[in-house]
């Protein structure tokens, strides 16, 4: 075969279509300005995060509730809050988160927590009836914190009346705007029964499970009033009943599980008592909350059956969820005290009387673990919750006293203090005077 190159045609002719360059010129451009304004975030990627959230308020009050019925009332606070913030307009929010920080105070222990919680919860709900003058639950919730305040060991003996003067003005006031409110009859209920104004608080409280009926929002504060109310009468089981219809509500509220195993307590229940501590202790260890009370109740109860051993190891365990707190170490030295281990006993009524450096702290808590925290503990001030470790650190001393130590020398300085702020109250003094009696016969006055 011979090629010639005849009639082959290798070449094409492309002609370019101008419409095709114009719709790629017109995309190279509008690229260009998309890019720009991607760059200087005039146009945002539909992918990316948005700046608020996009939750909105009714989302967060459902969560308060869920967390308020779970016992778990840091949280709720939290979450009314993000609520209130969201939808400034509705004052259910702010009542309720005032209510779950009130609440909270029933697990605290020292009357420093109280009162700050206390007055924050004042300064959020007196805020609200700037806005809200008209509202029953407000001046509700703001008269039982009120009521909750009127502690000389919280604010001073001189404040009580006037505390609770404007627990009575806010609660008569709210029932006036809320005239079938079941909240503000419970909490009437309860500032009565602070009065021992026995009758009209029974009263109040027959009107507040009436009007709760129709308002099961609030029948669980109706019920732990009523529970209160019968608690203050001795009838203790009638008491559990009242605190259980109130748990139907909110069945991991631990502070009132606590007070049912106290009830149990009074009627030598031990047993009982014992599985309501150990249940709320189960639930704080379910919701992640570090809360030493539950082991604080069962070390008390153990103490009270006279199992020391029993009683410390619990209360060992509460030093070890908060070893920042003063009074768990008084509550061990007491319970050293009871066991007649003076020695130990002065240790930890150390700490939480006059204080004490990191290795005394770590010394009570039986840290061998170079991990622990170092805690200088500051003691707590001499007031009504905190008498029995001074008194009983003076008894201490007094029956440890030796030549070499001195411990008199401290106890009876710690005796002068006490009697210049209880001298009258037999049950204070009698362990002082002891102590003092214990000294003297050493010439030590």
């Known amino acids: 075969m011979i090629l010639s190159g005849k009639n082959l045609e290798f070449k094409k002719h492309n002609r370019s279509n101008p419409w095709i360059v114009m719709l790629l010129l017109f995309l190279c451009v509008m690229s260009f300005f998309l890019l720009k304004g991607v760059l200087t975030e005039q146009i945002v990627s539909p992918w990316k995060p948005t700046e608020f959230p996009t939750r909105d308020a009714t989302s967060f009050a459902l969560e308060a509730e869920a967390q308020f019925a779970a016992g778990n009332l840091s949280k709720a606070v939290d979450a009314y809050q993000a609520a209130a913030v969201l939808a400034p307009d509705n004052p259910e929010y702010i009542w309720k988160q ?13 009357d420093a927590e109280k009162r700050d919680t206390l007055m924050e919860t ?39 009346d006037t505390y609770m003067a404007i627990a009575e003005d806010h609660i008569r006031r709210a ?25 009209r608080a029974e009263q109040m409280l027959r009107q507040a499970l009436e009007y709760g009926v129709t308002s099961s929002e609030h029948l669980f504060d109706v019920y732990r009033v009523q529970g209160i109310v019968l608690e203050s009468y001795g009838q203790y089981r009638s008491a559990i009943d009242a605190f259980n219809r109130a748990l139907e509500y909110s069945p991991n509220m631990t502070f009132l599980q606590i007070r049912i195993g106290v009830n149990w307590r009074q009627l030598k229940e031990y047993t009982q008592a014992l599985e309501m501590f150990s249940r709320a202790a189960r639930i704080n260890d379910q919701l992640g909350i570090k809360d030493p009370l539950p082991y604080l109740a069962i070390g008390n109860t153990y103490s009270q059956t006279g199992d ?54 770590c010394a009570v808590r039986e840290c061998s673990d170079p991990g622990n925290p170092l805690i200088e503990l500051t003691g707590l001030p001499l007031s009504g919750t905190s008498v ?7 008894g201490a001393l007094s029956y ?10 401290e106890a009876v300085k710690i005796a002068r203090e006490i009697d210049a702020m209880y001298a009258d109250d037999e049950t204070v003094m009698g362990i002082v005077r002891q102590g003092e009696a214990i000294c003297a016969s050493y010439g030590i006055y």
């Open 308 to 361: 020391f051993y029993a009683a410390g190891l619990n209360i060992k365990k509460a030093l070890s969820i908060n070893p920042y707190n003063a009074d768990v170490y008084g509550r061990l030295g007491v319970n050293y005290y009871k066991a007649r281990n003076y020695e130990a006993a002065i240790e930890a009524l150390k700490c939480a009387t006059s204080g004490c450096g990191a290795v005394d702290s």
């Open 400 to 409: 440890m006293h030796t030549d070499y130590n001195h411990y008199c020398d």
């Open 175 to 199: 029932v006036d705007l809320g005239p079938r409110n079941a909240l503000a009859y419970a909490f009437y209920s309860e500032i009565l029964l602070q009065q021992a104004n026995y009758e």
């Open 98 to 110: 005032g209510r779950a920080l009130a609440y909270m105070t029933a697990s605290q222990t020292t």
């Open 122 to 160: 004042i300064s959020i709900l007196e805020d609200g009836l700037l806005k809200f003058t008209e509202d029953s639950n407000l001046y509700s919730v703001l008269a039982l914190v009120y009521l909750w305040a009127a502690d000389k060991d919280l604010i001073g003996a001189d404040q009580v």
């Open 388 to 394: 029995v470790y001074y008194f009983t650190y003076v």
